[in-house]
């Protein structure tokens, strides 16, 4: 068993972003290790480290075909983590698209300010 | 690594007690501070389009405190209140922060956070990184909780809308 205390909470180990990286590079369709490797630009065993949480948590499965170990996205036990997490982050995108409304606002007005110099 | 532009709000969580949102704004840092610590301006963008903000009160210096309220569409009333702790304007902005709907058997030193709201230039605008910190997991995962109702109502909505257009 590993030891890492994230191993065993399926929201942690999807709330690192590195592991959120590989998450979303699984996204377009299965990929072996390697292109992974290349596409993060961490080392081998970083990536398969976080293969191997995303793994227990059943975010990813793993299949072997030939000589190659292929990892896919499980969609069906990341729906309740992605859920529980985007709700809270769309109330905080809500507020800040306002929060952008609100800052077009005060860039007029300071422009204005300026060109009344 | 490029990364998409969208102007999401990214949450991840660094440690069992925290929550970390970032976004990047498309303005000066002191104007993102001024919009985040001026009472008339919080109001205008709080609510995210959840309800009606009825109440902004802000006393910036040190010890000082703060308050906001809104009303959902429901009537539900919810606010929130708190005191800064750390003050540097356009900087950085430490404060503590209560729910004052907090179930029964809650205690309010459990469910206080310190939220730090941190200003940095980013590719000529600001980043906000606003780090929530709990006490325990256990009020951290309540927290996401809140926003869990949010993200269904939000859910709803969205089903209606697509329904009435189909008519």
Redesign the interface.
């Known amino acids: 068993m590993a030891r890492a ?1 994230t191993t065993t ?1 399926a ?2 180990a999807v ?3 590195r592991r ?2 590989i998450l979303d590079a699984l996204a377009d369709g299965e990929r072996p290790v390697n292109d992974l490797v290349e596409l ?2 961490l080392a081998q065993p970083q990536v398969s480290k976080h293969l191997r949480v995303l793994r227990q948590v059943g975010a990813v499965e793993v299949r072997d075909k030939g000589r190659q170990r292929l990892y896919r996205l499980n969609g069906r036990a990341l729906k309740p983590i992605h ?22 606002d ?2 007029a007005k ?1 422009q204005g300010d300026e060109g009344d110099q | 690594m490029k990364v998409t532009s969208d102007s999401r709000a990214k949450l991840t969580l660094p440690t069992d007690e925290q929550i970390l949102i970032e976004r990047d704004f498309d303005a000066p840092k002191h104007l993102v501070y001024q919009a985040y610590t001026t009472p008339e301006l919080v109001k205008r963008w709080w609510h995210a389009n959840r309800g009606e903000v009825t109440l902004v009160e802000i006393d910036l210096r040190v010890g000082g405190r703060w308050r906001y309220a809104m009303v959902t569409p429901d009537g539900t009333e919810v606010a929130f209140h708190g005191e800064y702790r750390e003050i540097v304007p356009n900087e950085r902005l430490v404060s503590t922060e209560l729910y004052e709907g907090l179930p029964e058997g809650v205690s309010e030193d459990d469910a206080a956070t310190v939220n730090t709201a941190t200003f940095t230039e980013a590719d000529g605008g600001t980043r906000l990184a606003l780090l929530i910190e709990t006490k325990s997991k256990v009020s951290r995962d309540a927290i996401i909780d809140s926003g869990m109702e949010d993200g269904l109502q939000d859910a709803l909505d969205l089903l209606e809308q697509a329904a009435h257009s189909l008519h």
Do not use: C
């Open positions: 205390p909470d929201f942690n709330a690192e972003p959120r990286a993060l630009g859920d529980w997490v985007s709700g809270y982050e769309r109330l905080w995108s809500d507020r800040f698209d306002q929060l952008d409304v609100v800052l077009e005060l860039k300071e």
